[in-house]
């Protein structure tokens, strides 16, 4: 009887104890709906110092607030409650603050649930928590360094906006600066015992001129190699693999070059060597070549075949640069002199591009090769060389032309001049009624 | 001599030439101080005449068209043997023409010279003054270029403001919404066939009524001459003052010569309507004073768009000043004082707006 009357309790308080049970359950993955009446945290919240302080207005900044999602969705515990004590109770499933070790794993629950994120944003990744396992600051935090960036740490907290925003923290334009919070921080990263001068230097590059200065968001900055969620250094032998996502031919040629075994065999990482890592400066001529700019006298002595190919290379961009030159300030001479000259000036571009395209071919260390590229430069230097020389040439003849013509009207001029005198005269001895003074 | 004197006597046995130019033999002009200024209307005459002619060997290659327009003018700047002389001397005489032009209409005001029984020759001049500035804006665009293209645009969007006839007028002008190459065929019709008709009619007509008026004297110099006849000096239409033309006309071809060889007119960037347009875009010369009277007016003046009230202030004015010449019935004197300060103040505004506009951002 005991057992019957225990079955039936169960009967009705199972299902009554898994209605209590499954809202809790749910409150792990917040509702995509708005279910919540009201969000009585901000009304304490809003006007709490700074540790504790969340105002309405930057909250209405998150991108999850916008998504309708509140406090309780992070924090657990039960906004509807003006009861700060009910509210905030553990029975409400109340977290407080979020221990940095479990803040990947808070955010993982929902970004890492594509059924889950497909409501809002079906082509958005679900894998940052298993990259963030892989990197250094997800390695170091299961191993309980707390130091290292979590999800907050990148992406702001309580005003988490999408990286498409540009106020938000990893919007490209603003990545440089987020890592650096940390990595120019001395103090902050001597346990660590690596360089601070990553943002120094790249602050100097040709990569952050693009991005900063020209705004061009596809330029490179510290994710495009190092990685976002699975930010590592780029090893030795992947340095070149990185470049060449974007400078596709550079490495192509490098890889087919003699550099390439002797790098390897050295351990020299292949761009870097002579480009830096965050210092890539915008590379001259003078890199180089045997002079005192040059980067290959850092590996080539005089004599050996390396510093003659260097030299080789360097005399024949050289003389390209210089034919081109040649070229332009005559052209701009005849052009400011005014004569027409935009179809040779157009044609210098393609001379302007085989130094390019020579400059990039330098990359393959082959004198030969280069030799292609600057036979077409030069030949189109030379012929718009040309043009601006017969439009300068024309140019004068012009003005010997205006010269003879302006003499001649001026005899012209003295000649009717002095014929109207004469017959103005011969009037007034005929006819001294009409006077001419 | 002797080949001309008998070339002469075959055209005079049938043709009477020398009863044709008895008149013209008789006919003298005024002489004093200011008889330069009569120049002018000569000199704007033969700037028309150096138009037409480098018009036509500009039509021996140009090709109107979006895609062939900015080619056909390169090539003839650059292949064509003298090309660049032809195309710079007839952009240079464009403008020089508009120049003289105007300073003719002011020299006429100032000189009084539209005063009864010249209304009629005022009249048509102010209309060739018109014409003119219709050739400077259809032949701007001819080239294709970049500013001229966008200047178009410009233009025509102003003349779209004009209550109830500007829509319909800027669509008929552009031949569509648009600037477009539809746009240019149609300023290249009315550049080289609508507008020299017209123009030539009336400079028919202006010389024409010339020649029945003769040439004005000032009022007061008019009245002096009256008081002591003795004073009154003139000298014979023919050779005379027609050689002093004649020298003018030589001194213009000087300076035209050598404008177009040390500052040859720029052929600037083939036109792309599909990028924006440069920034501080401005029209030509000549319409610069409009147009940045147009950009100082507020946007709206007592709930009235600034832009249409600026068009209909300028097309009143324009109107007015059509009508000078019958402002003048009583008090004479009066009046013209009035036109004198009207005038002056119209010079130093133009001029003052023009350099105003060109230094503007």
Redesign the interface.
């Known amino acids: 009887m005991d057992i019957l009357r225990l079955k039936i309790r169960a009967a009705i308080l199972l299902p009554v104890l898994l209605s209590l049970y499954l809202p809790a359950a749910q409150a792990q993955k917040p509702a995509p709906a708005q279910t919540q009446v009201k969000n009585s945290c901000l009304d304490c919240h809003s006007i709490l110092p700074d540790e504790l302080g969340v105002t309405e207005e930057k909250f209405s900044h998150d991108i999850h607030a916008q998504k309708g999602l509140t406090c309780v969705s992070c924090h657990g515990g039960d906004a509807n409650n003006d009861d700060a004590e009910k509210s905030m109770s553990r029975a409400a499933g109340f977290k407080g603050k979020i221990d940095r070790k479990q803040i990947p794993q808070l955010c993982a629950n929902c970004h890492s649930d594509p059924a889950y994120m497909r409501q809002y944003n079906p082509s958005l990744r679900t894998d940052q928590l298993s990259q963030y396992k892989t990197s250094v600051h997800g390695k170091r935090l299961a191993a309980g360094d707390t130091k290292v960036a979590v999800c907050v740490d990148c992406h702001s907290v309580h005003d988490l906006r999408p990286p498409s925003d540009p106020q938000s923290k990893v919007h490209p334009s603003n990545v440089a600066t987020t890592c650096s919070r940390c990595h120019a921080d001395a103090s902050y990263m001597s346990s660590y015992k690596i360089p601070t001068n990553q943002f120094a230097g790249y602050s100097k590059s040709v990569h952050h001129n693009a991005l900063a200065v020209r705004g061009d968001l596809s330029a490179p900055t510290c994710t495009t190699c190092h990685g976002n969620h699975a930010a590592s250094p780029p090893g030795v032998a992947n340095v070149a693999n990185v470049c060449s996502t974007c400078h596709v031919f550079q490495a192509q040629l490098f890889g087919s070059s003699p550099h390439q075994e002797a790098f390897n065999a050295a351990g020299l990482p292949g761009c870097v060597t002579c480009h830096s890592n965050h210092e890539i400066v915008h590379p001259n001529d003078e890199f180089i070549g045997t002079g005192d700019k040059s980067i290959c006298t850092q590996c080539h002595t005089d004599g050996d075949a390396g510093f003659v190919a260097a030299s080789s290379i360097k005399q024949q961009l050289d003389q390209l640069a210089a034919a081109i030159s040649s070229a332009d300030q005559i052209l701009g001479r005849a052009e400011r002199s ?3 000259v ?2 040779p000036q157009l044609e210098l571009s393609q001379a302007k591009d085989a130094l390019t395209k020579a400059r990039v071919t330098i990359h393959s260390f082959k004198p030969a090769l280069l030799e292609a590229d600057i036979k077409v430069g030069m030949a189109t230097a030379s012929k718009d060389y040309e043009a601006g020389k017969k439009a300068m040439e024309e140019r004068n003849y ?2 010997v ?2 010269g003879f ?2 003499i001649a ?2 005899m ?2 003295a000649g ?2 002095m ?2 005198r004469r ?2 005269e011969k ?1 007034n001895d005929e006819n001294p009624s ?4 | 001599m002797a080949m001309f004197s008998s070339l002469r006597n075959w055209v005079d046995e049938r043709f009477g030439w020398n009863e044709l130019i008895a008149p013209l033999r008789k006919k003298t002009v005024p002489r004093h101080k200011l008889s330069y200024w009569y120049f002018l209307g000569g000199i704007t005459l033969f700037l028309f005449i150096i138009q037409v002619l480098t018009g036509i060997l500009l039509l021996l290659y140009y090709r109107p068209g979006a895609t062939e327009a900015f080619e056909s003018v390169q090539y003839i700047m650059t292949q064509v043997q003298f090309g660049w002389l032809v195309r710079s001397i007839h952009s240079w005489s464009a403008n020089l023409m508009i120049f003289t032009a105007f300073a003719h209409m002011f020299s006429v005001l100032f000189l009084k010279a539209y005063r009864k029984p010249r209304e009629l020759t005022w009249l048509t001049g102010m209309v060739l003054l018109f014409l003119v500035l219709g050739f400077g804006f259809s032949g701007y665009l001819l080239p294709w270029n970049t500013l001229a293209f966008f200047a178009t645009k410009v233009g025509t969007e102003i003349t779209g403001q004009v209550p109830l006839v500007g829509k319909p007028l800027m669509v008929f002008l552009r031949g569509g919404e648009d600037v477009t190459g539809a746009t240019l065929t149609r300023f290249f019709g009315f550049h080289v066939a609508v507008l020299p008709g017209l123009a030539t009619l009336l400079i028919g007509v202006h010389l024409l009524l010339v020649q029945r008026f003769g040439i004005s004297v000032p009022p007061r110099l008019q009245a002096e001459w009256m008081a002591k006849p003795a004073n009154q000096r003139e000298m014979k239409f023919f050779p005379n003052f027609l050689l002093r033309e004649l020298m003018a006309w030589y001194v213009a071809l000087g300076v035209l010569g050598a404008l177009a060889a040390i500052i040859p007119w720029d052929l600037g960037v083939k036109a792309d309507p599909f990028v924006s347009a440069p920034a501080g875009i401005k029209p030509e010369w000549y319409f610069l004073f409009m147009f940045q009277t147009l950009k100082l007016i507020p946007s709206k003046v007592a709930g009235i768009d600034g832009e249409v009230l600026g068009i209909l202030g300028f097309g009143v004015i324009a109107l007015l000043w059509l009508l000078i010449p019958f402002f003048e019935r009583d008090h004479a004197s009066r009046t013209r004082q009035w036109i004198t300060g009207i005038a002056v103040f119209a010079l130093a505004y133009i001029t003052g707006m023009t350099i105003y506009g060109h230094f503007a951002p």
């Open positions: 005014g004569m027409e935009s179809q012009r003005r032309g205006l013509s302006l009207i001026l012209v001029l009717l001049r014929y109207i017959i103005e009037d009409v006077v001419h003074p």
